[in-house]
């Protein structure tokens, strides 16, 4: 019923959503529920292309499913661990961070197709399966909305990643061009 379905949703703690070019990395779409972090959506989605990267590389499929950030106590230093999982093909990675004030545990949900990779940020106690179908759905939603815009912005997106400080291409006319999608985004999110 419509009521469960809101009360689930109040359960889901999403952060934010970025869709980047699955090439060059380039933000295409942010949507910030409650982010307190100071991480750019350009430096998010250069992470999760890197998260898919390593994947490929250590003879997996390339995929990334989900990585979790969590806090390991009050150590000065980072740590790196990542592993891959068996679950439908899909990979898993962790990536184990030490911060002294952060008391949460955050996921980041992935998904891809062959023009962009999606993240979601949200709270590690939210139902991974809702929340991996929620960027899969993300994900099918942008390639089916914008395939010809992006088919047709794919030199335009290659040259800005050769020469960004001569590129006509600026990032945030690309956030602009894209911002439509926030109502499918919110939409979907409520069907979670």
Not at 139 to 160: C, G, N, P, T
Request: one cysteine or more; hydrophobic letters at 35%; charged letters at 25%.
């Amino acid at each position: 019923s419509d009521t469960s379905n809101k009360t689930d949703h109040i359960h889901l703690m999403l952060l934010r959503l970025d869709i980047c070019d699955a090439k060059t990395g380039l933000p295409l779409f942010e949507k910030v529920w409650k982010w307190t972090g100071t991480v750019l959506g350009a430096g998010i989605c250069k992470l999760v292309l890197t998260f898919f990267q390593v994947s490929k590389e250590v003879g997996d499929s390339g995929q990334v499913s989900s990585v979790v950030f969590e806090p390991t106590g009050a150590l000065p230093q980072t740590h790196y661990r990542a592993s891959s999982g068996g679950s439908i093909g899909a990979s898993s990675s962790s990536l184990k961070r030490s911060k002294a004030k952060d008391t949460s545990q955050t996921r980041m949900a992935c998904g891809r197709n062959e023009l962009v990779a999606a993240s979601v940020f949200h709270d590690v106690g939210d139902d991974p399966v809702r929340v991996q179908a929620y960027i899969d759905e993300i994900v099918a939603e942008f390639h089916k909305q914008y395939k010809d815009q992006l088919i047709s912005m794919r030199q335009a997106f290659d040259d800005y990643e050769d020469r960004p400080t001569s590129s006509t291409l600026k990032p945030i006319e690309i956030l602009t061009r894209f911002k439509d999608f926030e109502a499918i985004a919110d939409h979907a999110s409520q069907r979670l």
